[in-house]
């Protein structure tokens, strides 16, 4: 099942802080983090697991509420560069090892 | 360092035509991923690949979808025969061994047209 993510689009003026999240109604063994920009491919940005290790951007952060099935992502003093459209994939862990990617948030930074 | 490979990049069909899409994952990465995407769905997975061997392909729309892999350098994804609704953006994507997924390296991309 896809994960939701909110908002659908943001726009933001450069310098500005963004969160976007992400939830799943399923038990998740890790979150994903992909940004794509227009008419390119999704490029990786980190993984959170289960238990709390994080592998990825050292720029952006993220949490991880394993309880609430939730993810947020977020992106400080944003730059003109961080437009794009952001994804979250979750896993549901052994037997599901899978990457379902959300519905996607539109992140557009002004100068 | 080479990363995945996509052929083709655009490709403009007819209804009812056969349509093969081809991926060459990063050498060593032991897991692939079709996905198809679209501006209503998103990014859906299709099927993935472990070892060369299907994992998972309930993502598959219906019959007209196969893939295949034959070996860690190559794989397939056809449609046939096409319809315009298959119209989306292919993406292929690989990861190497890791516990879970690890991170996944996307292709550019095959661009499809169903006339």
């Known amino acids: 099942q896809q994960p939701v993510q909110s908002p659908q689009a943001v726009i933001l003026r450069e310098g500005e802080d963004a969160v976007i999240n992400c939830s799943s109604s399923k038990a998740l063994y890790s979150v994903h983090w992909y940004r794509q920009k227009h008419g390119e491919a999704p490029v990786f940005l980190m993984i959170l697991l289960k238990g709390g290790e994080q592998k990825g951007h050292e720029k952006i952060s993220a949490s991880f509420n394993e309880k609430k099935q939730q993810s947020s992502l977020y992106l400080t003093a944003s730059q003109l560069s961080y437009s794009g459209t952001y994804f979250c994939?979750?896993?549901?862990?052994?037997?599901?090892?899978?990457?379902?990617f959300g519905t996607g948030t539109r992140l557009t930074i002004i100068p | 360092d080479a990363g995945v490979i996509q052929s083709p990049r655009h490709e403009v069909t007819e209804m009812g035509q056969e349509v093969t899409l081809r991926c060459k994952p990063i050498?060593?990465?032991?897991?692939l991923f079709w996905y198809r995407q679209t501006m209503m769905r998103g990014l859906e997975l299709l099927i993935y690949?472990?070892?060369?061997?299907?994992?998972?392909d309930s993502g598959m729309p219906e019959d007209r979808f196969s893939a295949k892999m034959p070996n860690a350098s190559f794989s397939t994804l056809k449609i046939q025969p096409s319809e315009p609704r298959d119209s989306a953006v292919y993406f292929c994507a690989s990861s190497p061994p890791t516990s879970g997924i690890g991170e996944l390296f996307f292709g550019e991309g095959s661009r499809l047209t169903v006339l």
């Open positions: 690949f472990n070892n060369n061997v299907p994992i998972d």
């Open positions: 994939g979750t896993e549901g862990g052994f037997g599901n090892e899978k990457l379902t």
């Open positions: 050498s060593g990465h032991n897991s």
